[in-house]
């Protein structure tokens, strides 16, 4: 059974860089027909999609983040990692990393919480 | 892109069904039938429950299923379930590799 396990500091400073690592278990991330991808929600807000990729290398960036999300497979490892620049506390989440096939997100890791915060 | 719009709270008893809609556009929900729903008990993984409008995933109950018309899909829950409780957000294609999700409904088993 796929599992997904997502891994990163829970503080950060503004203007500082936010690095996230989900770990893979019980599948490759190898496979093309998937997209490997993070979610985040706000505190009381709603879901929205960061960033995802593919094996192939295909990506996709939320526009809003663009400029500042950087998404990359480590297959050696069976992770993939997340980076974002520049943080302010709008970017406070629980930050979801997950698998989309077609048009389903399946799994979903459990979620770490990021606090934005000098 | 804009949020799915979805009511933020339905309620039933235990044994009854409840639906809940998720409003979209003609770029969205009503483009594709590539719309999912996702039941969300805080602290836990966002479990899949329904993909491709009206699909089940092995595992999920059919006392989940789903439909659209036009611009709104929906999820609706029969004889409902005290473990029922939880959020639920629908998320649909909304063209060029992008994904839309819902603003998200709490239902709550009475």
């Known amino acids: 059974q796929l599992q997904l396990q997502e891994s990163g500091p829970g503080l950060v400073k503004p203007s500082e860089t936010l690095p996230l690592t989900c770990t893979v278990s019980?599948?490759?991330?190898?496979?093309?027909?998937?997209?490997w991808g993070w979610i985040r929600q706000p505190p009381g807000k709603g879901l929205e999609w960061v960033a995802k990729?593919?094996?192939?290398?295909?990506?996709y960036y939320n526009p809003s983040l663009r400029s500042r999300a950087t998404i990359s497979l480590e297959t050696s490892k069976n992770q993939f990692s997340l980076k974002l620049s520049s943080v302010t506390a709008a970017d406070t989440a629980v930050y979801y990393c997950?698998?989309?096939?077609?048009?389903?997100?399946?799994?979903w890791g459990q979620g770490t919480l990021v606090t934005v915060s000098s | 892109q804009s949020a799915l719009t979805q009511p933020p709270s339905v309620s039933g008893s235990p044994g009854q069904s409840v639906t809940i809609s998720c409003t979209g556009t003609?770029?969205?929900?009503?483009?594709?039938?590539?719309v999912s729903w996702y039941q969300h008990h805080p602290g836990r993984a966002p479990k899949l429950m329904i993909y491709?409008?009206?699909k089940r995933p092995s595992g999920v109950p059919d006392r989940f299923s789903g439909s659209k018309s036009g611009n709104t899909a929906s999820l609706t829950v029969s004889g409902l379930q005290a473990e029922d409780e939880a959020l639920y957000y629908c998320?649909?294609?909304?063209?060029?590799?992008?994904?839309?999700f819902g603003t998200g409904t709490k239902v709550t088993v009475l």
């Open positions: 491709d409008v009206a």
């Open positions: 997950a698998r989309r096939h077609s048009g389903r997100v399946d799994p």
């Open positions: 003609s770029s969205d929900v009503g483009g594709y039938n590539f």
């Open positions: 019980g599948g490759s991330i190898s496979d093309a027909a998937f997209y």
């Open positions: 990729i593919s094996y192939s290398g295909g990506t």
């Open positions: 998320n649909s294609y909304a063209g060029t590799n992008d994904f839309v």
